[in-house]
């Protein structure tokens, strides 16, 4: 009988296992409140627990990064998450139709987060269908300029 030894890098589980996960994140974000959630590769400050493994796709700039992912946010598949460099926005792609995510959020928050007066002045979330993926959905919270 032979005994493998099979080794799983430490970083590909990071996100999944970290104990700052998304629920936790993303807790404020029925007010638009983001407790220090940024990435910053210039800072000298650890980054966030949650990038540990990862890294910023291609289309990040020092504005807005975005990080492909695998996890979970009130019980909803995640594939995408978008977070400040320089530019206050945060968004969360959820790899379901916004029919599903509309229920799920009115179910946890009494509301389904329309686009509004108040998502427009960054007070609340807004969720969208994805422009890249219509079976998508996305939950943002954006800072206007000023």
């Not at 009988?1 to 807790?27: C, E, H, N």
């Not at 020092?62 to 995640?78: A, I």
């Not at 007070?123 to 943002?140: C, D, G, R």
Request: aromatic residues 14%; hydrophobic residues 40%.
């Amino acid at each position: 009988m032979r005994t493998f030894l099979i080794v799983v890098p430490a970083f590909f589980f990071a996100a999944q296992v970290s104990a700052a996960g998304l629920d936790k994140i993303y807790a404020g974000i029925k007010t638009c409140t983001f407790n220090q959630f940024y990435y910053a590769p210039w800072d000298t400050k650890a980054p966030h627990p949650y990038f540990i493994g990862l890294q910023p796709t291609a289309q990040s700039n020092n504005d807005l990064y975005t990080f492909e992912v695998k996890d979970t946010l009130f019980g909803m598949p995640v594939v995408e998450i978008q977070v400040p460099g320089t530019w206050g926005f945060h968004s969360v792609t959820f790899n379901v139709p916004i029919s599903k995510a509309r229920k799920v959020l009115h179910r946890k928050f009494g509301t389904h987060f329309p686009i509004s007066e108040k998502s427009k002045a960054g007070e609340v979330p807004a969720l969208v269908t994805s422009e890249a993926n219509p079976n998508q959905s996305v939950l943002y919270c954006n800072e206007p300029e000023e």
